[in-house]
């Protein structure tokens, strides 16, 4: 029993809410809402997939929000500037891309903490957005074959669902079911030991925040295609919630580790709380306080590997 709620103690908290809101929540159960709510979830989850990557590598990374800004930002100009589309998602998949490898190299390299570190990026990713956009969002009517990317539907499904469930899958068999994987892993459980076996772990934690930087560049292009318009801070509310995401994912499952599954069902959990408090009507600050809740109580299971991740060198 002990073991049982251990490893499933918060999905199963999160089943009892779901049906509690089920019950009292009005139109909460509609295949629509209920589709909204995964659609929703999308943008946090693949935002919180790569945040995982870097956290098993012991490293955190502050900096995903926003980069995702930057990429954005990056991704809307040139459409907004008339660059063909698929030139602009490229562009801004790249942008994640080489953002989290210097994170990658900062940390390994220059051997700064990966909390300052990505703090610092973050920083210059944020005034790099601003500095592109004048701190105006690019607003426009885009080609509809790229807005299709986010608002486009499969039958009743919408496209993003699909999307999120690509990272997902992707996510939990490169972690689970490859030797990159369990390299990554043996390098954020024990670095030294990891190194000692033969295992390049600097290249292992750049790999990390590399793919954390990546799932911000995906994030970003959906996120611009789904608002048709790219704003320098337009990413900016993910950054606790896939946080919180990833922490709440650490108490299941696999506790006191960083883990693809967890932090899907802690990113819909998430989701589904802030669907229901609204269709409850409970206030808007509400949710604020329940999402601070969850980071204290989430963090507590895994304080240890959230040290040794923010101050190791």
């Given at each position: 029993m002990k073991t049982i709620i251990a490893k499933y103690g918060t999905a199963i908290t999160g089943l009892v809410i779901l049906v509690v809101l089920i019950l009292f929540a009005r139109n909460f159960a509609s295949s629509a809402n209920m589709l909204n709510v995964l659609k929703n979830t999308s943008f946090l989850t693949i935002l919180a997939v790569g945040f995982t990557f870097a956290l098993i590598t012991s490293e955190l990374d502050l900096s995903f929000a926003n980069i995702a800004s930057l990429a954005a930002v990056v991704t809307g100009g040139m459409i907004y500037s008339g660059i063909a589309w698929p030139l602009a998602a490229l562009a801004g998949l790249a942008v994640g891309l080489v953002a989290g490898y210097v994170n990658g190299l900062v940390v390994t390299v220059a051997k700064v903490p990966s909390l300052i570190a990505t703090l610092g990026t973050a920083s210059i990713a944020g005034g790099l957005a601003f500095m592109l956009t004048g701190g105006v969002a690019f607003v426009g009517r885009w080609d509809p074959v790229f807005l299709s990317l986010a608002r486009g539907k499969v039958g009743p499904v919408p496209v993003l669902i699909f999307?999120?469930?690509a990272v997902v899958i992707a996510g939990w068999f490169v972690s689970r079911k490859t030797p990159l994987g369990v390299h990554m892993l043996a390098t954020g459980e024990a670095t030294e030991a990891a190194h000692r076996a033969g295992i390049a772990t600097r290249r292992m934690k750049r790999i990390g925040l590399t793919l954390s930087g990546l799932a911000a560049g995906i994030a970003a292009v959906l996120l611009v295609a789904s608002l048709s318009s790219a704003a320098p801070q337009m990413a900016g509310d993910y950054l606790l919630n896939a946080i919180a995401a990833v922490l709440l994912g650490m108490t299941m499952f696999e506790p006191g580790r960083?883990?693809?599954?967890?932090?899907?069902?802690?990113?819909?959990?998430?989701?589904?709380?802030?669907?229901?408090?609204?269709?409850l009507g409970a206030p808007y600050y509400l949710q604020d306080i329940m999402l601070g809740l969850i980071v204290i109580g989430s963090v507590s299971v895994s304080a240890s590997v959230l040290k040794k991740a923010a101050f190791s060198v």
């Open positions: 999307f999120m469930a960083p883990n693809i599954a967890g932090t899907f069902v802690g990113a819909l959990i998430i989701s589904v709380l802030d669907n229901g408090l609204v269709l």
